[in-house]
């Protein structure tokens, strides 16, 4: 029988494509600034789950 292997846990703080959407903005901007605004919720959102995330995994140690 087959068994999954899961890839190792990622330390906190370092939450795979919520790491860093802020570098994405500014380097859209630089082109097109509309387009750039229109990233400002996906960034409130990675905001939202970091938060979020950092705080599930401080009260389960």
Known sequence: MDVA???PAQ?????G???APRPQ???TARTD???ARTLLP???WCLFAT???I???????
Do not use: C, K, W
Request: glycine residues 4%.
């Open 42 to 44: 996906y960034a409130a």
């Open 25 to 27: 903005q500014r380097r």
């Open 33 to 35: 600034p509309v387009a």
């Open 17 to 19: 494509r919520h790491a």
């Open 51 to 53: 938060a979020l995330n």
């Open 5 to 7: 292997v899961l890839p």
């Open 11 to 15: 330390p906190a703080g370092r939450a």
């Open 55 to 61: 705080s599930l995994t401080r009260r389960n140690p």
